[in-house]
């Protein structure tokens, strides 16, 4: 359907697409691919493409809470170029199927929410992920203020989140859990070691994100400096558990927000 913006009319008329070139309205014929020129393999790659897109926007979702939409312009193409890395390299080209067992998101470590601002630049002290058993463990060691943190100009206080989702890819389904929060004033000199625990399931992916909210005094209270422009945010280091996924315990997870533009029959994803 075409959008009139109040001078030009943006998108399709039937078999026909507007937009607008230098300044000037623009028509052409829409492009049509002949079913008969599908092959399999074009077939196969659409079937990882829309799905790889519909996790991908199912997990950036799930994080709304800390990373608030402040992300740079080109964030979604970024992690969904990242999501379909991992799954095409878990793919069983004779199935097109991704074993679950084969499943690696590690190219999604490190991954900056916003490019403007990289969680690294903000936060100068690295924070160490840890597994053990059904385990996962974050901690943040004692921070020397202003060294370690470098606030925002103007900041007169941070707020540090620190969560994390798991995602039973097999069965859709995700459990996200508490927000950690530290605060943290322009004043203060020191912040005391953090350490936040989260137990984790077999055969599931965990994400966990760490962001920082700066915000300054105005008459009435706090405001939010966060903007499109600088609000760091990151994935830490994702995790994958071994082990068979306990359909009872995650059938108690809510469903994945999967995207209207993807209506998906049948998951691609298996246990070998």
């Known amino acids: 359907m075409a959008r009139f913006d109040g001078k030009h009319l943006r998108g399709l008329v039937g078999p026909t697409i507007s937009k607008v070139h ?14 008969s020129a599908l092959t399999k393999g074009t077939k196969n ?26 992300h740079d312009g080109d964030m979604n193409t970024r992690f969904l170029n990242e999501v379909l890395q991992s799954l095409r390299q878990a793919l069983d080209e004779k199935t097109n199927r991704v074993i679950l067992e084969e499943l690696d998101f ?32 974050i901690e943040l060691p004692e921070l020397q203020l202003p060294q370690d943190l470098k606030f925002l100009k103007g900041a007169t206080h941070c707020k540090l989140n620190c969560t994390v989702v798991s995602f039973d890819l097999k069965n859709e389904r995700m459990l996200m859990y508490e927000v950690y929060t530290a605060d943290i004033s322009f004043t203060d000199k020191t912040l005391a070691p953090q350490q936040w625990i989260f137990g984790i399931e077999p055969g599931c992916l965990t994400v966990p994100v760490l962001s920082l909210g700066f915000m300054k005094h105005k008459m009435g209270g706090l405001v939010i400096m966060n903007s499109e422009k600088f609000s760091p945010a990151a994935i830490l280091e994702t995790v994958f558990s071994s082990g068979e996924i306990d359909e009872a315990t995650t059938k108690k997870w809510q469903k994945m927000r999967f995207s209207s533009k993807y209506i998906k029959k049948k998951s691609i994803i298996y246990e070998d």
């Open 45 to 70: 790659a659409a079937t990882v493409f829309g799905y790889g897109s519909s996790l991908a926007c199912a997990i950036r979702k799930a994080f709304n809470t800390v990373v608030a939409g402040f």
């Open 106 to 137: 590690a190219a999604l470590d490190g991954f900056d929410f916003n490019l403007g601002s990289p969680l690294k630049k903000s936060l100068l002290v690295k924070p160490e992920v840890m597994v053990t058993g059904s385990v996962l463990q």
């Open 22 to 35: 230098r300044g000037k309205q623009v028509i052409q014929s829409k492009a049509v691919t002949p079913k």
